[in-house]
């Protein structure tokens, strides 16, 4: 089993960044991807970025390519999603997932999610 912990949403105005934390616990060494997917109200959850746990690849959406960056710290066991030039659509209720797949982009690739934390840009 692995533990995903999100952390870091929050209120913001476009044009702000913000960061987003994944602490992971458990036994991670069966996993090989972390991804960061995003679901709005009336919308069906959507993918947003990956890593293997490696850190060697990644992988973004097109919405998001040369504004979000993911990385991760593997002595803390935790991804981070940097998201820089916010716009109202990028509202959300993000999610961290992590599954035995790299840099997958479907949600059924993914085996555990966390409890996702809002992100509410406004004009």
């Known amino acids: 089993q692995v533990q995903l912990a999100e952390s870091g949403g929050g209120l913001v105005q476009a044009g702000d960044s913000l960061r987003l934390s994944c602490a992971a616990s458990?036994?991670?060494?069966?996993?090989?991807?972390v991804g960061w997917f995003r679901q709005a109200p009336g919308k069906e959850r959507e993918f947003v970025a990956a890593?293997?746990?490696?850190?060697?690849?990644?992988n973004y959406a097109d919405s998001v390519k040369g504004r979000f960056t993911i990385s991760r710290d593997f002595a803390k066991s935790t991804v981070y999603l940097q998201m820089n030039s916010l716009k109202p659509e990028d509202t959300a209720v993000y999610y961290c997932?992590?599954?035995?797949?790299?840099?997958?982009?479907?949600?059924?690739?993914?085996?555990?999610w966390g409890q996702g934390t809002q992100v509410t840009v406004s004009l």
């Open positions: 890593i293997t746990w490696t850190g060697g690849n990644t």
């Open positions: 997932t992590a599954g035995p797949l790299n840099i997958a982009t479907r949600v059924a690739d993914y085996k555990y």
């Open positions: 458990g036994r991670t060494g069966s996993t090989y991807g």
